[in-house]
């Protein structure tokens, strides 16, 4: 038998117990105890606890390192990398384990110092630089490194397309602001040189409407002597008639003139005759000597009478023909007069509608004039607003060419902007980006 009795077996069996209880790790420690095994029984039971005692030295020195390997994994897991695995123990595997581990946060720290270097560079806006990627051969941290590389990437993208499109818009705003100040003052003066025209396209409209009725009282008085006009020609016409009776009467006198110039002629040499009979009477034909002159006296002063009044007709018929002479002309006269009287109130007449339709343009010039003016003064607020805007974009511009200009990124100094083809130079490169 291994064993003399049951107490012995009991003993072993319970330290074998402990023992087995122990490295399940039930128990933390392994308690020495008094045996009452003598020979070669204590002897087993000895080598036993020895065994045991080798066991849990061995436990409580790997704890250690367990314990430093946790509480390094704790710290990893809450982003720490500067802690160490500093204790050694006999077990070459956990040796292993806190070299690797060792070796692990030792990179991680490097790792993370470059990415925190890298990242301080990008706030401080300098993205020259990227991370090493060869630093970890795959997962999550490789993916971080190529991610935080790709961002710089495309911020160098985005500022490279910041910089130049602010550069383009500093020197196009700064353009826009002189053409919009210049805008502002040409419609200013156009606004002014409107209110002038306005005021004079008023004084044109007073001046035609001042026109248009003295126009009109031309026309009145056009209207008034083409009727003066006409009673005068009337009147002509009844005096070349009153004229041409008067010189039928006066033909009419002169033919009892001559009517009267032969009675008288007659009769004076009848009383010639009368005479020469009465002497031939002697004393008897005296007194009918002496009525017989007398008539001859009476017939030469009818004579005479009748020579004077032929003569006084003849110059009143000489007259009358003058008067009727005259009476043709102004009749004439009046003709002519008549045809440009009705020619000028004709003339008359279209310079008052000219004038009416004048006015009737100029109203509506002024209307369109201060319609233009309204527009033209809303335009001068535009303008002026225009070149406010412009102004606040210039300084905005300014401003990003200012932060953009203290970034440092890749390709910055190859951004060249040309005053004669800005916009076809930022074009091309739009598309040589896409």
């Known amino acids: 038998m291994f064993f003399k009795n049951n107490k012995d077996s009991n003993e072993i069996l319970k330290a074998l117990d402990t023992i087995e209880s122990y490295i399940k790790e039930d128990i933390n420690k392994i308690e020495n105890s008094n045996n009452t095994c003598s020979g070669t029984d204590k002897l087993i039971m000895e080598k036993i606890l020895n065994i045991s005692n080798i066991i849990q030295s061995k436990n409580t020195e790997d704890l250690t390192i367990y314990g430093e390997i946790m509480l390094c994994a704790e710290k990893l897991s809450d982003g720490f990398t500067e802690d160490r695995i500093t204790k050694e123990t006999s077990n070459d595997k956990l040796n292993y384990i806190a070299k690797t581990m060792n070796v692990m946060s030792e990179k991680l720290q490097k790792a993370l110092a470059n990415v925190d270097k890298i990242l301080n560079e990008y706030s401080q806006q300098n993205f020259l630089h990227e991370i090493d990627e060869t630093m970890f051969r795959g997962g999550d941290f490789k993916k971080m490194t190529q991610g935080i590389n790709f961002l710089k990437e495309e911020i160098t993208k985005q500022l490279t397309s910041t910089y130049r499109t602010s550069l383009v818009l500093q020197k196009e705003s700064n353009a826009l602001m002189e053409i919009s100040s210049n805008l502002s003052q040409s419609t200013t003066t156009q606004a002014a040189s409107l209110e002038e025209t306005s005021a004079a396209i008023e004084e044109i409209t007073s001046t035609i409407k001042n026109n248009t009725s003295m126009a009109n009282e031309m026309e009145n008085y056009g209207s008034e002597v083409t009727n003066s006009i006409s009673s005068g020609l009337s009147l002509a016409t009844k005096t070349v008639t009153a004229m041409n009776e008067i010189n039928d009467s006066t033909k009419a006198v002169h033919?009892?003139?001559?009517?009267?110039?032969?009675?008288?002629?007659?009769?004076?040499?009848?009383?010639?005759?009368?005479?020469?009979?009465?002497?031939?009477?002697?004393?008897?034909?005296?007194?009918?000597?002496?009525?017989?002159?007398?008539?001859?006296?009476?017939?030469?002063?009818?004579?005479?009478?009748?020579?004077?009044?032929k003569n006084l007709v003849e110059s009143a018929s000489i007259k009358a023909n003058e008067g009727k002479g005259i009476a043709d002309d102004m009749i004439l006269g009046y003709e002519n007069l008549s045809t440009k009287i009705?020619?000028?109130?004709?003339?008359?007449?279209?310079?008052?509608?000219?004038?009416?339709?004048?006015?009737?343009?100029?109203?509506?010039?002024?209307?369109?004039?201060?319609?233009?003016?309204?527009?033209?003064?809303?335009?001068?607020?535009?303008?002026?607003?225009?070149?406010?805007?412009?102004?606040?974009?210039?300084?905005?511009?300014?401003?990003?060419?200012?932060?953009?200009?203290?970034?440092?990124?890749?390709?910055?100094?190859?951004?060249?902007?040309?005053?004669?083809?800005?916009?076809?130079?930022?074009?091309?490169?739009?598309?040589?980006?896409?």
């Open 342 to 434: 009705n020619s000028t109130t004709s003339l008359i007449e279209q310079v008052v509608q000219s004038s009416k339709e004048q006015e009737l343009g100029i109203s509506m010039i002024n209307n369109t004039v201060a319609q233009i003016d309204t527009l033209t003064q809303k335009n001068a607020i535009v303008a002026e607003n225009v070149r406010i805007i412009s102004s606040q974009m210039s300084k905005i511009a300014n401003n990003n060419v200012q932060l953009i200009s203290k970034s440092q990124f890749v390709g910055k100094e190859s951004i060249q902007i040309r005053d004669e083809n800005i916009d076809r130079s930022y074009k091309g490169e739009e598309k040589r980006e896409h």
């Open 255 to 309: 033919e009892a003139l001559d009517m009267i110039d032969q009675i008288a002629f007659q009769t004076n040499i009848l009383s010639l005759n009368a005479a020469v009979e009465a002497a031939t009477a002697g004393e008897a034909g005296k007194g009918f000597a002496v009525v017989a002159g007398e008539v001859r006296n009476l017939a030469n002063r009818s004579a005479d009478a009748a020579k004077e009044i």
